[in-house]
């Protein structure tokens, strides 16, 4: 916990392949463990279901990594919590947007989306299971393209103006590891409640795309587990992974 305090800071890079790829790379190696860094443009960003993600320059590309045993919940906490301090952050002062969490690990303004998380488990022999979180936030940008599935939208269109990418970077780090803490600390239950509180996904009409099958309902919340719960006149279902859109009331 000590050593988490002590990794606030965030390692500078005016260009990566994937931070992700990187952060990996050097916890294989055994160089870095509980750490953060970005990159001013990736060459070779990744989504989540190995989708591409553009990176140009203006853009907040991020990952942040630490060691991840003997937990008693999924590497996917990691999301949920690194999801409600960034949108905590984007909802105070400088940045005051009106952003929401959606199932599993987006965050969206005004329907279209600003922000998307990988998380990763790297684990090999000898080297202790780290996580490795990576954060994508359109922030600068003026014309955002949009991805396979989703509008995207950038800071720069919602608030007119641009912001310091490195101090959202570096606030960003911070507020997730004193989330964290909290999580491990307390358990899941508080942050799936801060998740839900922050998040549009209960209580919507939805659809859960899980390749190529779609299942349309309503979202009446998430489960202990973080699986997001969808009723229809079928019945209800649980979902651990996929994709959600969120549907117009029929
Ligand atoms: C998504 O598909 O929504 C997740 C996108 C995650 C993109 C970030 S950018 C920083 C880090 N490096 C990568 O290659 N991907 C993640």
């Not at 890079?13 to 190696?29: G, H, P, V």
């Not at 022999?125 to 949009?146: M, Q, S």
């Amino acid at each position: 916990m000590e050593a988490l305090e002590e990794d606030n800071k965030v390692l500078f890079l005016s260009c990566a392949d994937s931070t992700n790829t990187w952060l990996k790379e050097q916890i294989l190696k055994q160089a870095l463990s509980c750490a953060a860094v970005f990159a001013g443009r990736q060459t070779a960003g990744r989504g989540r279901h190995g989708r591409h993600w553009e990176s140009p320059e203006g853009g907040l590309y991020l990952s942040i990594s630490f060691p991840f045993e003997n937990q008693n919940f999924p590497p996917i906490f990691s999301c949920v919590a690194a999801g409600v301090a960034i949108a905590g952050i984007l909802r105070r002062e400088p940045y005051t947007a009106d952003v929401f969490l959606k199932w599993p690990n987006d965050i969206f303004a005004g329907g279209r989306k600003l922000c998307g998380m990988l998380s990763e488990l790297v684990t090999a022999p000898g080297i202790a299971p780290h996580v490795v979180i990576g954060i994508g936030l359109n922030v600068n940008a003026k014309v955002v393209t949009a991805d396979s599935l989703y509008e995207a939208v950038s800071l720069f269109e919602l608030k007119g103006h641009e912001f310091d990418v490195r101090l959202l970077a570096e606030q960003i780090v911070s507020e997730f590891r004193r989330e964290w803490r909290n999580t491990v600390e307390f358990g899941t239950e508080q942050l799936i409640s801060h998740w839900c509180a922050l998040s549009e996904t209960p209580g919507a009409h939805v659809e859960v795309l899980q390749d190529e099958n779609r299942f349309a309902g309503y979202c009446v919340g998430v489960s202990d587990a973080f699986e997001l719960i969808v009723e229809n006149e079928n019945g209800s279902r649980r979902f651990s992974a996929g994709d959600c859109r969120t549907l117009r009331q029929p």
